[in-house]
C-alpha cells in the first residue's frame, strides 16, 4: 500500500484502554463462532474493568460465562477447549490467582505443540491484570511477566497502548497457534490513547515508540507511558531527547532493534513493572553484553519494584513503585551524572499523577 492510499484510508479516533479491549473481545466473538471467555466477574456489570461488559447479554452464556473459583480447573476446561478446536480466551482480574494455574499453563499448556511435534497445538488468550491500585497488599499487586516468559512454547505481551490492543489481539485469535498470555496494567484501563485505523499495525515484537539521541529507555506496559511524560519533562528543560523502546513482547522481543538503539545513544535505563531481580531488567542487560559488551558507556540505570512483597499501607506503597520524580533523575543522571542540577518533578506516587491524568492524547 503506498502512502498516499494508507492515508485516505486510516482514520485516527480516541479510545480507551478498556474501550479497545472491549472492541477486540467483542469482535472476536463476532467474527469467530469458535470463540469464548471465561473468568470471574466477566459476566457481571463490571464486567473486567469495562472489557467484557455487556457481552453475556449480546452473545449468550455459553460464550461469555463465570466461572467458580477453581483457576487450575478453569485452565484445564480451556486448554481441552482449545486441542479440539475452540479459541478460549481466559481472565485473571489479579494476575496473582493465576499463580493457581500454573500447572495447567506451564506443564500442559506451554508444551503441547512442542511434545507432539506441531501435531497439536494450544491456541489460547490468558489475559491477567497487574499494577497497584488501592492498596491490594503483598498477594494482589504482582506482575509476573518474567515468570512467564521463561518457559519457552508461552508467548508473553505487554500492550501499553489502545493501539497495541486493537492490532495484536486480533493478530493473536486469528492466527498465533500456541497459548498467549497478555498482561493489562491495572492504571491503563482508564486512560485514552489515540488509535489509527488502517496503520502498520503494532507488531508481536518491541518497536520505538518515541526516536531520540541521547538515551535509551526500554520500557513495559505503563512504564513505556511513564517513561514518554518523564521524556517530554527532560525534553522540556534541558533538549535532552530519549528513546524509548516499548519491548511489548517479553518473551520474543526485538533484540537486535534494542542494540541498535543503545548502539546509538550509549546509555540504558530499564523500566519495568516488576522485581528487578532475575527479572526484565536483567535479561535487557544480558542480551546487552552478549551482542557487544562496549555497546554501553557506563552502568545502565534501573526503575522497578522494590526488592519487597508490596506494602498494604498507601505511605509506603508510594515509595515502592517507581515515580516520575525517579523516572526523570534516571534519565538524566544517564546524560549529565548525578549532581545534573535539574528540578525534579514533585509527583511521588504513580497512582496520584494518574488521577490528574486522563492519558496522553
Known amino acids: ?21 472491549l472492541e477486540t473481545m467483542d469482535g472476536a466473538l463476532a467474527d469467530h463462532p469458535s470463540v469464548f471467555i471465561m473468568g470471574q466477574g466477566v459476566d457481571d456489570f463490571k464486567g473486567i474493568f469495562g472489557s467484557t461488559t455487556g457481552l453475556a447479554a449480546k452473545y449468550g452464556v455459553a460464550r461469555v460465562f463465570d466461572v467458580p473459583l477453581m483457576e487450575e480447573g478453569m485452565t484445564g476446561i480451556a486448554i481441552g477447549a482449545a486441542l479440539v ?75 501499553s497502548t489502545s493501539q497495541a490492543i486493537v492490532d495484536m489481539y486480533p493478530q493473536i485469535i486469528n492466527r498465533h497457534p500456541g497459548p498467549v498470555i497478555s498482561i493489562e496494567h491495572r492504571l491503563l484501563y482508564n486512560l485514552d490513547f489515540s488509535v489509527t485505523d488502517g496503520a502498520v499495525p503494532t507488531p508481536l515484537t518491541s518497536y520505538v515508540a518515541r526516536a531520540g539521541r541521547d538515551v535509551t529507555v526500554v520500557a513495559t506496559s505503563v512504564m513505556v507511558l511513564e517513561a514518554m511524560r518523564a521524556a517530554q519533562y527532560v525534553q522540556e528543560k534541558t533538549g535532552l531527547e530519549a528513546e524509548i523502546v516499548d519491548l511489548n513482547s517479553i518473551s520474543h522481543p526485538d533484540w537486535d532493534l534494542v542494540a541498535a538503539s543503545v548502539r546509538k545513544t550509549g546509555r540504558l535505563v530499564v523500566a519495568d513493572t516488576s522485581w528487578l531481580e532475575y527479572g526484565v531488567a536483567a535479561e535487557v542487560c544480558r542480551q546487552l553484553v ?55 518533578p514533585i509527583e511521588r506516587s504513580m497512582t496520584e499523577g494518574y488521577k490528574r491524568f486522563r492519558g496522553p492524547f
Open 1 to 21: 500500500m503506498s502512502a498516499i492510499t494508507q492515508k485516505q484510508t486510516s482514520r485516527t479516533r480516541v479510545l480507551s484502554y478498556a474501550s479497545a479491549l
Open 290 to 344: 552478549l551482542r557487544d559488551p562496549a555497546l554501553l558507556r557506563q552502568p545502565p540505570s534501573m526503575l522497578g519494584m522494590a526488592p519487597a512483597p508490596c506494602p498494604t499501607a498507601k505511605s509506603l506503597e508510594d515509595i515502592y513503585y517507581p515515580s516520575q520524580h525517579e523516572t526523570v533523575d534516571a534519565i538524566l543522571t544517564q546524560v549529565r551524572g548525578v549532581a545534573h542540577g535539574i528540578p525534579l
Open 85 to 159: 478446536g475452540d479459541y478460549p480466551v481466559t481472565t485473571h482480574i489479579r494476575a496473582d490467582f493465576s499463580f493457581l494455574a500454573m500447572n495447567q499453563i506451564i506443564n500442559l499448556a506451554a508444551k503441547y505443540r512442542y511434545m507432539f511435534g506441531g501435531i497439536m497445538s494450544c491456541p489460547m488468550l490468558i489475559r491477567v491484570v497487574v499494577g497497584r491500585s488501592w492498596g491490594q497488599g503483598a498477594q494482589h499487586s504482582q506482575s509476573p511477566q518474567a515468570t512467564f516468559a521463561h518457559y519457552p512454547g508461552l508467548t508473553v505481551v505487554m500492550p
